[in-house]
């Protein structure tokens, strides 16, 4: 039951209930007016993910059966972080600062990816590091810049339905899933079969979207 609940029904669900978590977290500390010890608890289970799941196998680290990906322990972080951004003013010099931390946050990610594979033989697979939390918050800066190399009516207008193509795209995924099988190490068809979902799920969300009973779920 714990586990359906943190992860949802469908695999990819676990973003919105992570989401969920870390609001529940941030408004009920917030109302109070305890930032610093939302900032606090935010790095603790951070932290704590971390421990348990990527560096698992390190005298710091610890095994559990459960997924440190889910609940506000991989996402409370990101929420606070998006918290503080949002009180200041966008400004366009967030876009070199945003990329450096993009380059400097792929590079620790893999780097403490290697260092974790050589010293104790942790799979190279993770769903994140300390590196993770830079390049997730450099990409942030990048999109709150509104640099102009990044402004783009049609793309823009793809935003409102975000939420329901991140949704139903496991719904092709599935669907489309005889034909990854039957295609194996085919580089057209990797790159097709992503461009696919992901129009299908476009199309889906965008249909719902124009019906009043169903827009609600999508946009």
Not at 62 to 91: E, I, M, W
Request: proline share 4%; aromatic share 18%.
């Amino acid at each position: 039951p714990l586990f359906t609940l943190m992860r949802g029904t469908q695999v990819h669900l676990w973003f919105l209930v992570a989401l969920l978590c870390s609001l529940a977290i941030s408004a009920l500390l917030l109302r109070f007016k305890f930032k610093r010890l939302l900032v606090v608890i935010a790095l603790v289970l951070y932290g704590i993910g971390l421990a348990g799941k990527a560096y698992s196998d390190t005298p710091l680290g610890f095994h559990s059966d459960f997924n440190f990906r889910y609940g506000p322990f991989f996402s409370l972080a990101f929420f606070v972080t998006g918290y503080f951004l949002q009180r200041k003013q966008p400004q366009p010099r967030w876009f070199p600062i945003g990329c450096l931390l993009v380059f400097l946050g792929a590079l620790l990610h893999f780097a403490e990816l290697i260092f974790l594979y050589v010293g104790w033989g942790t799979a190279m697979v993770q769903d994140y590091v300390v590196g993770t939390y830079f390049f997730g918050v450099g990409a942030a800066l990048i999109a709150l810049s509104n640099t102009k190399w990044l402004r783009s009516s049609r793309v823009a207008s793809i935003g409102p339905l975000v939420l329901g193509i991140y949704a139903s795209h496991v719904i092709f995924v599935d669907l489309l899933k005889p034909a990854d099988l039957r295609y194996p190490d085919n580089a057209v068809w990797d790159v097709m079969y992503v461009v696919v979902v992901f129009l299908l799920s476009y199309a889906l969300a965008w249909l719902m979207s124009k019906h009043r009973f169903t827009k609600r779920f999508v946009a």
